[in-house]
């Protein structure tokens, strides 16, 4: 009878063991969801996002699980960047279960990789600034091992080598190209030598690093687990740090050894130079932290912190300042700073409250309710008879429903926007002086060069701006 129980205790063991595995199996993420998460970490960083997503595509075609949600191990490599772990330089488990956390290592090895490069390890391009992609070739070249089959000059390279063909894949899936180094200067039957320095192309394409300022707010950040200061960019080491070690920036950036090095003030006590790379910025000496996660490496930052000071922007884990705005958003954006600048200026009216008579007033959320009664009782919305409160506002209706609260003055009333502005020749009068008067008035700029973009979607980022720009205009 023992035995029949320890049988049937194994079975469902094993059973459940299944059910497990087949439950809590790895689900790949879609191209965009992977995309965006090498985004965020090449941004922190300081690696061209470009190469990072080039890379991932060559090694896995962005699939980090296979069909039966087991980790994509290939040999001695694992998942979405194939990281070959066989030193133990990374936890193995998290290489094959944490997407995230393998795009971190995929990012470090290339920063290792790089950093060969940079300190003459390997061969190097240029002055090895990491903001040229060009610079980047023989980084690249090593990511896949520094091997003669990667050279294009060798009889025995493959048929295209690793660099090429993540050229080709952010040429052909990024519209994106990048320039070839002048093969010239390769040997033909080896791999170069430590001391070549090829030059950078004529035609060389930014990578689009973000740097840090002076009085930026900053902690150390990395898949490592220590970190050092230095005495000068690239210098000596002085002093080790932990992760999460807090510091304000007081120089920088200076290029040197292929890294841009700022000087930082840590901990109150200690100041050194250490690379971008493991500095994540959390806030800045006029605004102090940021209190949304997914604003520090924004250009709004610094606008969405001071309407967050002003009490135009309600405190939240995140801002989302690259999402479209709905109109009953942006409603409530304008009916706080119209608010606020009246406040500001010992104005405050008072509005006769009427029924909305929107057709579709029940669409309103509730939330939002109080600013479109705000902007309707002020004359607003006074000209809609249905709101469509959820549906993406336009950067054009975005002016037209700010119109009356702005000055259209005679003295520029001969100027042709649309000199300023190509692609308006779609729209009615009425849009067309909406936007005039708006950018005359210094509230809306464009979105391109010579181009308003007037039907794209006005962003969470944009609607600050804009609100930004009627504080400044009307309070005294």
Not at 144 to 155: D, E, I, R, T, V
Not at 345 to 372: H, M, T
Not at 382 to 402: D, G, M, W
């Amino acid at each position: 009878m023992k035995n029949i129980t320890r049988k049937i205790v194994l079975l469902i063991s094993i059973f459940l063991l299944t059910i497990n595995i087949n439950v809590f199996g790895g689900v790949n993420p879609s191209r965009e969801e992977i995309e965006l998460m090498i985004e965020e970490v090449a941004i922190k960083r300081g690696i061209p996002a470009i190469l990072l997503k080039g890379i991932a595509r060559v090694e896995s075609v962005y699939k980090h699980f296979n069909n039966d949600g087991s980790p994509k191990v290939s040999g001695t490599s694992i998942g979405l960047m194939q990281i070959n772990n066989i030193h133990g330089g990374y936890e193995d488990y998290k290489l094959k279960y944490n997407i995230r956390y393998n795009i971190e290592a995929g990012a470090d090895v290339l920063l290792n990789k790089w950093s060969m490069s940079s300190y003459q390890n390997i061969s190097s391009v240029g002055n090895m600034d990491p903001n040229i992609l060009e610079n980047w070739y023989f980084a690249l070249w090593a990511y896949n091992g520094w091997a003669q089959s990667n050279n294009p000059l060798s009889p025995y390279a493959k048929k295209y080598t690793y660099q090429q063909l993540v050229y080709d894949v952010i040429e052909k899936e990024y519209g994106s190209k990048i320039n070839n180094i002048d093969f010239s200067y390769l040997p033909a039957n080896t791999t170069p030598s430590r001391s070549l320095v090829v030059p950078t192309p004529n035609n060389s394409s930014s990578g689009n690093i973000i740097f840090y300022e002076k009085g930026d707010y900053v902690r150390t950040d990395g898949i490592r687990t220590n970190f050092h200061l230095r005495d000068v960019p690239a210098g000596r080491y002085i002093h080790q740090l932990n992760v999460n070690q807090l510091g304000t920036i007081k120089e920088g950036p200076v290029l040197e050894k292929g890294h841009y090095w700022y000087k930082v003030y840590i901990d109150g006590n200690r100041e050194g130079w250490i690379e971008r790379n493991w500095l994540l910025r959390t806030g800045d000496i006029e605004h102090g932290r940021y209190i949304f996660d997914d604003i520090s490496f924004h250009w709004a930052r610094k606008t969405i912190m001071n309407l967050y000071g002003k009490g135009i922007i309600s405190q939240a884990s995140l801002y989302n300042p690259n999402r479209d705005v709905t109109i009953e958003e942006f409603c409530a954006f304008l009916s706080k700073t119209l608010d606020f600048i009246e406040s500001s200026n010992g104005q405050r009216k008072l509005y006769l409250e009427k029924n909305l008579p929107f057709k579709d007033v029940s669409n309103i959320s509730s939330w939002a309710l109080k600013y479109v009664k705000n902007l309707y009782y002020r004359g607003l919305l006074e000209k809609k008879e249905i709101l469509n409160p959820l549906k993406k506002i336009t950067r054009k209706e975005t002016t037209l429903l700010i119109q009356d609260l702005l000055v259209s003055s005679d003295k520029y009333s001969p100027l042709n926007i649309k000199s300023i502005f190509s692609d308006l020749n779609q729209l009615d009068e009425e849009e067309i002086l909406a936007i005039k008067t708006a950018y005359l008035n210094g509230i809306v700029a464009g979105k391109q060069l010579n181009s308003f973009c007037p039907n794209e979607y006005l962003t969470r980022a944009e609607a600050a701006v804009i609100m930004a720009n009627l504080v400044n205009k009307y309070v005294r």
